[in-house]
């Protein structure tokens, strides 16, 4: 067989060497396999995994962990077994901030899961796009489930989140389904390419065609439906039967024990959907490192664009929300220390006088009315 020439450069140059015999296919794709599998496998896409949107992602999944599971064994799960546990006041001051997290996370997981859903309809023949993606939405999906478990914070506009939420599963379950449905792109191209990337030492790519093992996204969906509607179920009843959010949790002493068992396992969930978060980031960073040697160490997402800067501004309003806090907080600390050093002078100066504290502070005007008595009470200690 003659040396082909390898001048294929997009999808259209390959719908006529699909048609080509086994053995005639597989000498072309091995010889111009640069060319070839490189077409089927297709480039990343920085605004879907570039370095800023993955730093998006793991300040997502952080949040997910301190706003849900750890919030609710400090809030929740703790006071319930333990009579003498008494929750962090930290945790109590982040409890403040969670209808915004909560909040954000929503709409971070409505982008990211239209924008997959919208590129899965215009451009879905590139392999690997289409696997980060589905993984994408499977990370932000799961994270702010996770920040939804801690339910018993009240969120404003109830409606309309759930409505968004209701909108937001719609688009994500297009995503994972639209690979399954359409099939494998080139598939008789994709597997001799499999099997040449592998001759040649590079990582298996058995994560790329998964989305579209209709076995698998059937037991995948399967297990997504038992999933969800287990949280529905454990969400609404705890929001019904559950504590009420008053600044700390209240009426945990009447909680039956059914409820308490609902916590228990609403906890355990939240666990596990942290925990398939993890799983889902670290397959597209596996996924990312492996196509990072099919590329030569460029699949274009480390160039920064628009979406990447903006990704790492969608948590803009929880964290200048915390740092307002934070600001606030220093203030009052600022000015505790500085009240502090002024009793202590005041009472240094009176023993040296002789006189009775609250008589020097009324003498000498160091003290209002008011801190001169809070003042006295506290010295007389």
């Given amino acids: 067989m003659a040396t082909p020439i390898c001048n294929f450069t ?25 060319n070839i599998c490189k077409i089927v496998y297709g480039t990343g896409n920085p605004d879907l995994a570039g370095i800023g949107v993955i730093v998006s992602y793991a300040v997502q999944l952080i949040l997910g962990i301190v706003f ?3 919030m609710m064994l400090d809030l929740l799960v703790l006071p319930m077994l333990l009579s003498n546990h008494s929750p962090k006041k930290f945790t109590s001051w982040l409890g403040k901030k969670h209808e ?10 409505l982008a990211i899961s239209i924008a997959s859903c919208l590129h899965q309809y215009q451009a879905g023949t590139f392999v690997y796009e289409n696997a980060v993606m589905i993984f994408l939405v499977a990370l932000t999906g799961s994270t702010f489930l996770s920040t939804a478990s801690a339910f018993f914070f009240p969120t404003e506009k109830l409606g309309l989140f759930l409505i968004l939420v209701v909108v937001c599963g719609m688009f994500t379950t297009f995503t994972w389904l639209a690979p399954a449905i359409r099939g494998l792109p080139f598939e008789g191209i994709f597997r001799i390419c499999w099997v040449v990337a592998k001759e040649r030492g590079y990582a298996p790519n058995n994560v790329l065609i998964a989305p579209y093992n209709s076995a698998i996204t059937s037991l995948k969906v399967m297990l997504v439906v038992v999933a969800i509607a287990s949280f529905i179920f454990l969400w609404v009843h705890l929001r019904r039967r559950g504590p009420r959010w008053e600044g700390k949790l209240s009426r945990l002493e009447s909680i039956d024990l059914f409820t308490r068992i609902c916590a228990v396992l609403m906890f355990v969930l939240s666990i596990v959907l942290v925990l398939f978060s993890f799983l889902a980031l670290f397959v597209i960073m596996y996924m990312r490192r492996a196509m990072l040697q099919i590329w030569n160490g460029d699949t274009g997402e480390d160039r920064w664009g628009f979406g990447q800067v903006s990704a790492l501004f969608v948590w803009a309003p929880l964290f200048v929300e915390i740092g307002e806090s934070a600001l606030k907080f220093l203030g009052g600390y600022c000015r505790w220390k500085r009240r502090k050093s002024e009793d202590t002078r005041a009472r240094v100066i009176s023993e040296e006088l002789g006189m009775p504290l609250i008589e020097f502070c009324r003498s000498s005007g160091v003290l209002d009315n008011t801190r001169m008595a809070r003042t006295s009470r506290r010295m007389s200690v």
């Fill in 10 to 34: 997009s999808h259209a140059d390959l719908s006529g060497v699909q048609s080509l015999p086994q053995d005639n296919l597989t000498a072309l794709v091995s010889e111009c396999y640069d």
């Fill in 100 to 109: 915004t997290c909560l909040w954000s996370q929503l709409l971070f997981s």
């Fill in 68 to 70: 849900g599971p750890a």
